[in-house]
């Protein structure tokens, strides 16, 4: 089968976090013997990764400052389209849907896999017309955020779900809500991301020499979130959690570990709250540099939230990855968590926006190591049970299969 891949994030260099799960996800189908194209907008900083794909770029406008489309810079602190995105989103719709159809001549794509229903899905969807091959869309979360708060995303979704022949979300949540947004039923399949089970292992011999880099002493307790700084991701209500948790564990230490506009924000939170000094704020880790920050935490924490405009992630791929290195979870009750994440079976849930719930059962985690540990395996377990890329990329390739029969 010969795939073609349109999506806006895919990783530009060797460990950029931006598209990682696409790029995983394209691999593993390639390994299954199938020929993937991925096709991704052009970016200034584009080092192409080697990797078992071909990957290709189109560009859409001119001069490197206006390349603002995908890799996490279209949305304002993921709350808001930039205005500029909306003048430069014919340029790119042209620019991709061209680009799409010259790989289907070149390749004969047996099927078109459009990432993001906005601004792939009508792109592919054109393409998929003209070229008369099937399509199948993926929803991840920012996109039907979108739709669901923009007049322009949400025409424009309705347009592709019509035409798509199959639907894929990574939760139940992101597909309940696009079908109050026009997706039928019928073409709807949850499909979950699956984890690079052999790169995120349990690994202790390296949580040694990170302590010490980050100059964290060999007996502290260490909980770890990492992420993008947006409001989405609600590091906020962990740091809201660090007093009551320092009264429990006088020596813990938390990391955040990501880039992002709220950095200033969640220093001057844990200054006013007094909690700095046990507060390691980490910038960017490479996707390659996250499992030995995963293995150094005792407990991992996503205390995701919706913000205060409705955004939520679809499913946190650290999670995923966290659970893969063996780590006890803290998370949220939000979004596609529960689908992963049963409460006091492979870790505890707690509601969104509640610091008290949240230092409560990390500080239940950091009190019994042996119940940790037990977490810890059910997560592992989870993952080589049903959430490797490649049992995720058999699924994938069924999902075509249905689209080409349904197409026919």
């Known amino acids: 089968m010969k795939v073609g891949m349109l999506t806006s994030s895919y990783p530009r260099f060797e460990g950029d976090i931006a598209g ?12 299954l013997g199938h020929e993937v194209h991925v096709l991704a907008p ?6 192409e990764p080697h990797g078992s794909v071909e990957v290709h770029r189109f560009r859409y406008f001119v001069g490197k400052r206006w390349y603002l489309i995908g890799y996490a810079k279209s949305l304002e602190k993921d709350v808001s389209l930039r205005k500029v995105v909306y003048l430069l989103l014919p340029f790119y719709t042209v620019a991709a849907f061209r680009e799409l159809c010259r ?5 004969a794509l047996d099927v078109i896999h459009a990432h993001w229903v906005v601004p792939s899905g009508p792109v592919a969807a054109l393409a998929s017309k003209r070229t008369h091959t099937p399509l199948v869309i993926s929803l991840h979360g920012s996109d039907v955020f979108m739709l669901e708060r923009n007049v322009l995303a949400n025409w424009a979704a309705r347009w592709a779900f019509a035409h798509a022949n199959q639907v894929t979300a990574c939760s139940a949540d992101l597909l309940e809500r696009a079908q109050r947004r026009g997706l039928s039923s019928r073409k709807a399949r949850l499909i979950p991301y699956g984890v690079a089970h052999d790169h995120f292992r349990e690994d ?5 020499a990170l302590r010490e880099q980050l100059g964290i002493a060999s007996d502290a307790p260490v909980v770890l979130a990492l992420g993008r700084l947006v409001y989405k991701k609600g590091f906020e209500y962990l740091v809201r959690a660090m ?17 992002g506009p709220l ?8 200054q006013e709250l007094g909690v700095q000094d046990h507060l390691v704020l980490v910038r960017g880790v490479p996707w390659t540099d996250t499992p ?3 293995n150094l935490c005792d407990v991992f924490v996503v205390p995701s939230v919706h913000d205060h405009k409705g955004n939520v992630d679809g499913l946190p791929n650290v999670l995923l990855e966290a659970m893969s290195c063996g780590k006890p979870v803290v998370a949220t009750r939000v979004a596609g968590i529960p689908e992963v994440i049963v409460d006091q079976q492979n870790g505890l849930l707690v509601e969104e926006k509640d610091p008290h719930q949240l230092a409560l059962a990390i500080a239940e985690l950091l009190a019994s190591p042996a119940l940790a540990q037990q977490y810890g395996k059910a997560c592992r377990a989870k993952v080589e049970e049903h959430l490797t890329w490649r049992l995720i990329a058999q699924r994938m390739v069924g999902v075509y299969e249905q689209a080409i029969a349904a197409h026919r």
């Open 103 to 107: 790989l289907q001549r070149l390749f």
């Open 263 to 270: 950095r200033e924000d969640l220093l001057r939170l844990a």
């Open 204 to 208: 202790p011999d390296s949580r040694y």
């Open 243 to 259: 007093p009551e948790l320092i009264k429990r564990f006088s020596n813990v230490r938390v990391i955040i570990a990501g880039e």
């Open 292 to 294: 030995r920050y995963l």
């Open 20 to 31: 990682t799960f696409v790029r995983s996800l394209a691999e593993n189908i390639a390994a």
């Open 42 to 47: 052009y970016d200034p900083v584009v080092k």
